[in-house]
């Protein structure tokens, strides 16, 4: 019996491998297929192969198998066996894209879409539908996580025509999230093929500014393109947005402070508000009424409810003051949805009718944890100002960072400049390198000539700092031997000052930004900096705040039934989290030369 099991398995492998080898027209070659042997009788029959070409075959076919059986560790120890030049086209093209979906289990986009850059790719388009599939898909994958999300788009759509069924609805859902994630000045395209339409279809709904305002946007676009493929079957996306309901919003109560040590930071938010609620009445978009109340006159939250219901008040953006916020948060319930400007302690979530929005630097933390992790670091340091406000961009730097799965190997709390020097030098254990070259100087007796060196398994450092301390931070690290390590930064070194000079010193620090200060050419930012030159500077951010309030205020139902959905803000790129908290993802840039140079997005 075992022997007429061996007899089996043995004709199975030649089986295989005549599969393999057959063919000898075509110049393509046959690619593996998923064989009936296992990984260890196929590398056997490898190596008893009467040639190479044989061989680089019947391992190929087992670093597939171990893939497909949730090994890649063997399957990509198998293929660094297989000699790819002794493949045929074909299967260079299995081996070339089984390498991309290892290297992408690995998150290493730009090691897969090396590989993908193999000549014999040219030959894709003349294997099965099958293999196509694949290839494009890892293809896609890679281009999105490499930051590329244009050129990921252009893939999915192309490889749509030849998908089916669930496969081409979750291909569409996947093209319009990628859409969603595209900077405005990307989605301008006048092209009519199927890309073009996807694009044209981003248009209209973002420029729509009400729920219903959107659903009349899908609407008319589908009519418009009725062979395209999101009108033929609409991304689930959009499929919920079409049918949601909601009261049309007649209008809003602007809760703000115009006394007392927040009046300032409200009169900016108050006119980013007013701006963007002029430039909807200029659209013809017949936006809600606004009334103003004076939170600094309040006596009473409840009294100002009141007087808000009886004045036919829908829903309240603000207050803007942290204990009122507080207050509100602790409450069962609110007689008025209520979008606050600030956001309370961590806790309870509140009343179901509070959302929390503000300027946080939780935020920009877990924005750099993000960014650093989809540029593949994996181990950090960390550099943040002493006292309760580092202490929380820290915490939440650091929690965001571990849960990714990242390593936080120490963190340093900034105070005295003097102490500087010292504190790089702890980060990155210099004196260690210097501890070093002492003993082996005591040992062998004579001088060593040797340069200080810094530890090498620090990825990039997390730095939330000032202006100030930044531009001291950053030529200490030079100083101490560490000035090779990548700094990803929050937006608080960034002014949008034209002292270029002073920007000299942060050269290769990358840096999270509201949109509001990396895009000059946005309409509204124009407009309202020429009313309010201050709008240009640091205090743009709560421009870009108070427009953003007033586009979220309408959305606030959607946001909250499909978390997955975002608006584009000038704040950056907004969604709300389980809490009815708004969360902002940012765009990047980069010092160059005292300047600031805009770095492609990622995915989200």
């Given at each position: 019996?075992?022997?007429?099991?061996?007899?089996?398995?043995?004709?199975?492998?030649?089986?295989?491998?005549?599969?393999?080898?057959?063919?000898?027209?075509?110049?393509?070659g046959?690619?593996?297929?998923?064989?009936?042997?296992?990984?260890?009788?196929l590398?056997?029959?490898?190596?008893?192969?009467?040639?190479p070409?044989?061989?680089?075959?019947?391992?190929l076919?087992a670093?597939?198998?171990?893939?497909?059986?949730?090994?890649?560790g063997?399957?990509?120890?198998i293929?660094?066996?297989?000699?790819?030049?002794?493949?045929?086209?074909?299967q260079?093209?299995?081996?070339?894209?089984?390498?991309?979906?290892?290297a992408?289990?690995?998150?290493q986009p730009?090691a897969?879409?090396?590989?993908?850059?193999?000549?014999?790719?040219?030959r894709?388009s003349?294997?099965?539908?099958?293999?196509?599939?694949?290839?494009?898909?890892?293809r896609?994958?890679a281009?999105?996580?490499?930051?590329?999300i244009?050129?990921?788009?252009?893939?999915?759509?192309?490889?749509?025509?030849?998908?089916?069924?669930?496969?081409?609805?979750?291909?569409?859902?996947a093209i319009?999230?990628?859409?969603g994630?595209?900077?405005?000045?990307?989605?301008?395209s006048?092209?009519t093929d199927?890309l073009?339409?996807?694009?044209s279809?981003?248009?209209?709904?973002?420029?729509?500014g009400?729920?219903?305002?959107?659903?009349?946007?899908?609407?008319?676009?589908?009519?418009?393109?009725?062979?395209h493929?999101?009108?033929?079957?609409?991304?689930?996306?959009?499929?919920?947005?079409r049918a949601?309901?909601?009261e049309?919003?007649?209008?809003?109560?602007l809760?703000?402070?115009?006394?007392?040590?927040?009046?300032?930071?409200?009169?900016a938010?108050?006119?980013g508000?007013?701006?963007?609620?002029?430039q909807?009445?200029?659209?013809?978009?017949n936006?809600?009424?606004?009334?103003?109340?004076?939170?600094?006159?309040?006596?009473?939250?409840?009294?100002?409810y009141?007087?808000?219901?009886a004045?036919?008040?829908?829903?309240?953006?603000?207050?803007?003051?942290?204990?009122?916020?507080?207050?509100?948060?602790?409450?069962?319930?609110?007689?008025?949805?209520?979008?606050a400007?600030?956001?309370?302690?961590?806790g309870?979530?509140?009343?179901?009718?509070?959302?929390?929005?503000?300027?946080?630097?939780?935020?920009?933390?877990?924005?750099v944890a993000?960014?650093?992790?989809?540029?593949?670091?994996?181990?950090?340091?960390?550099?943040?100002?002493?006292?309760?406000?580092?202490?929380?961009?820290?915490?939440?730097?650091?929690?965001?960072?571990?849960?990714?799965?990242?390593?936080?190997?120490?963190?340093e709390?900034?105070d005295?400049?003097?102490?500087?020097?010292q504190?790089v030098?702890?980060?990155?254990?210099?004196?260690?390198?210097e501890g070093?070259a002492?003993?082996?100087?005591?040992?062998?007796?004579?001088?060593?000539?040797a340069?200080?060196?810094?530890?090498?398994?620090?990825d990039?450092?997390?730095?939330?700092?000032?202006?100030?301390q930044?531009?001291?931070i950053?030529?200490?690290?030079?100083f101490?031997?560490a000035g090779?390590?990548?700094?990803?930064?929050?937006?608080?070194?960034?002014?949008?000052?034209?002292?270029?000079a002073q920007?000299?010193d942060?050269?290769?620090?990358?840096?999270?930004?509201?949109?509001?200060?990396?895009?000059?050419n946005?309409?509204?930012?124009?407009?309202?900096?020429?009313?309010w030159?201050?709008a240009s500077?640091?205090?743009?951010r709560l421009?870009?705040?108070?427009?953003?309030?007033?586009?979220?205020?309408?959305?606030?139902?959607?946001?909250?039934?499909m978390?997955?959905?975002?608006?584009?803000?000038?704040?950056?790129?907004l969604?709300i989290?389980?809490?009815?908290?708004?969360?902002r993802?940012?765009?990047?840039?980069?010092?160059?030369?005292g300047?600031i140079?805009?770095l492609?997005?990622?995915?989200?």
């Amino acid at each position: 019996m075992i022997a007429c099991l061996r007899l089996f398995s043995a004709l199975c492998l030649a089986a295989l491998l005549a599969a393999c080898a057959s063919s000898p027209s075509s110049s393509l070659g046959e690619l593996p297929r998923t064989p009936d042997a296992s990984i260890e009788q196929l590398l056997d029959q490898a190596a008893a192969a009467k040639t190479p070409e044989q061989a680089s075959l019947l391992r190929l076919s087992a670093a597939d198998l171990a893939n497909r059986q949730n090994n890649p560790g063997r399957a990509a120890q198998i293929l660094t066996q297989v000699q790819i030049e002794l493949l045929k086209p074909g299967q260079q093209v299995f081996a070339a894209t089984l390498d991309a979906e290892l290297a992408m289990g690995r998150n290493q986009p730009k090691a897969a879409l090396t590989a993908l850059s193999h000549p014999s790719l040219q030959r894709l388009s003349e294997l099965s539908v099958e293999q196509q599939i694949r290839t494009h898909t890892v293809r896609a994958r890679a281009l999105e996580a490499d930051g590329q999300i244009l050129p990921a788009i252009s893939e999915r759509v192309f490889v749509g025509p030849l998908l089916q069924g669930n496969d081409l609805s979750a291909n569409n859902d996947a093209i319009w999230k990628l859409v969603g994630a595209l900077p405005p000045e990307q989605l301008q395209s006048n092209a009519t093929d199927d890309l073009g339409g996807w694009l044209s279809l981003a248009r209209s709904i973002k420029g729509a500014g009400t729920l219903e305002q959107q659903q009349a946007a899908i609407d008319t676009w589908k009519a418009q393109n009725p062979k395209h493929p999101a009108a033929i079957q609409l991304p689930a996306t959009l499929a919920q947005l079409r049918a949601l309901t909601s009261e049309p919003l007649t209008k809003i109560a602007l809760l703000l402070p115009q006394e007392g040590p927040l009046a300032a930071v409200a009169k900016a938010l108050r006119e980013g508000f007013m701006a963007a609620h002029y430039q909807a009445q200029q659209a013809g978009q017949n936006p809600p009424a606004i009334q103003v109340f004076d939170s600094s006159r309040l006596t009473s939250m409840d009294e100002f409810y009141r007087e808000a219901q009886a004045a036919g008040v829908q829903l309240v953006v603000g207050p803007l003051e942290k204990p009122l916020v507080k207050q509100l948060s602790t409450r069962p319930q609110l007689p008025i949805t209520t979008l606050a400007l600030n956001y309370s302690d961590a806790g309870p979530e509140g009343p179901q009718q509070l959302f929390q929005f503000g300027l946080s630097a939780e935020d920009e933390a877990r924005e750099v944890a993000r960014r650093a992790w989809a540029d593949g670091k994996r181990s950090a340091v960390a550099m943040v100002p002493k006292g309760e406000w580092g202490d929380r961009v820290l915490d939440a730097f650091r929690q965001s960072w571990q849960a990714k799965g990242g390593t936080l190997i120490a963190a340093e709390h900034v105070d005295q400049p003097v102490a500087l020097a010292q504190q790089v030098a702890d980060l990155f254990q210099l004196r260690n390198s210097e501890g070093r070259a002492q003993r082996l100087q005591s040992t062998v007796g004579t001088q060593v000539a040797a340069q200080p060196t810094r530890r090498q398994d620090i990825d990039f450092m997390f730095l939330a700092a000032t202006p100030q301390q930044a531009q001291q931070i950053k030529p200490t690290m030079v100083f101490q031997y560490a000035g090779d390590v990548p700094v990803y930064a929050t937006s608080h070194l960034f002014t949008n000052s034209n002292d270029h000079a002073q920007y000299m010193d942060l050269n290769g620090v990358r840096f999270c930004e509201t949109p509001w200060l990396l895009n000059a050419n946005d309409p509204l930012r124009q407009q309202v900096v020429t009313q309010w030159p201050q709008a240009s500077g640091s205090l743009g951010r709560l421009y870009a705040m108070g427009v953003d309030a007033y586009r979220l205020a309408p959305r606030l139902g959607q946001l909250k039934t499909m978390p997955e959905s975002r608006i584009d803000g000038l704040s950056g790129s907004l969604s709300i989290n389980p809490a009815r908290r708004v969360e902002r993802q940012l765009p990047w840039a980069e010092f160059v030369d005292g300047k600031i140079q805009r770095l492609p997005d990622t995915a989200q």
